[in-house]
T-cell receptor
Framework: AQSVTQPDIHITVSEGASLELRCNYS??????LFWYVQSPGQGLQLLLK??????LVQGIKGFEAEFKRSQSSFNLRKPSVHWSDAAEYFC????????????FGIGTKLQVIP | NAGVTQTPKFQVLKTGQSMTLQCAQD?????MYWYRQDPGMGLRLIYY???????DKGEVPNGYNVSRLNKREFSLRLESAAPSQTSVYFC????????????FGPGTRLTVL
């Protein structure tokens, strides 16, 4: 069965500092991978996705993520965090064959301090 | 293009009352989903509909029923609400070509007293 682990429930970074949010997945083949962001009181919005090809993918709002097959990871990064990035971030894995079952991680809440 | 819409935004129920949460999408997506979100538990799938006319149980279906009324609409019904169903409910949809990318509604915050 596929699964997603986000080991950091809560992260605090200073504005302007770099950010890395971790995501590890379990799936038999190469999955489709997603990062979503949820601002307070809102639904989830897609940040970026990986299906195949270049393992470094660019997303909206200056985020990027790197797929590392050997580590079963898909970590989200941003070089310089802005106060408006404070939100909850969810990693998701989708099986790449048959019905597209989606499994979400439990989320990482990002706090940005001045 | 409104995307995915949900009504109501907020609801307070008493234990034992029933209600239906409405969801509609205008993206011609085949698949639709209902999730609940609780602190520390992420998103848990309640029910999903892979296509019009079909529905299947997700991870936490007990106490809920769904109806895929047509391709656009997917409703979630609580027949006899319990305090354990206090949560934020999200509807989502996805298209066949999106690789599972989901589009979410704004959510319904439900409190059961």
């Amino acid at each position: 069965a596929q699964s997603v682990t986000q080991p950091d429930i809560h992260i605090t970074v200073s504005e302007g500092a770099s950010l890395e949010l971790r995501c590890n997945y379990s799936y038999g083949a190469t999955p489709y991978l997603f990062w979503y962001v949820q601002s307070p009181g809102q639904g989830l919005q897609l940040l970026l996705k990986y299906f195949s090809g270049d393992t470094l993918v660019q997303g909206i709002k200056g985020f990027e993520a790197e797929f590392k097959r050997s580590q079963s990871s898909f970590n989200l990064r941003k070089p310089s965090v802005h106060w408006s990035d404070a939100a909850e971030y969810f990693c998701a894995v989708v099986n790449s064959g048959g019905y597209q079952k989606v499994t979400f991680g439990i989320g990482t809440k990002l706090q940005v301090i001045p | 293009n409104a995307g995915v819409t949900q009504t109501p935004k907020f609801q307070v129920l008493k234990t034992g009352q029933s209600m239906t949460l409405q969801c509609a999408q205008d993206m011609n997506h085949n698949s639709m989903y209902w999730y609940r979100q609780d602190p520390g538990m992420g998103l848990r799938l309640i029910y999903y509909s892979a296509s019009e006319g079909t529905t299947d149980k997700g991870e936490v279906p007990n106490g809920y029923n769904v109806s895929r009324l047509n391709k656009r609409e997917f409703s979630l019904r609580l027949e006899s609400a319990a305090p354990s169903q206090t949560s934020v409910y999200f509807c989502a949809s996805s298209g066949d070509a999106g690789g599972g990318e989901q589009f979410f509604g704004p959510g319904t915050r439900l409190t059961v007293l």
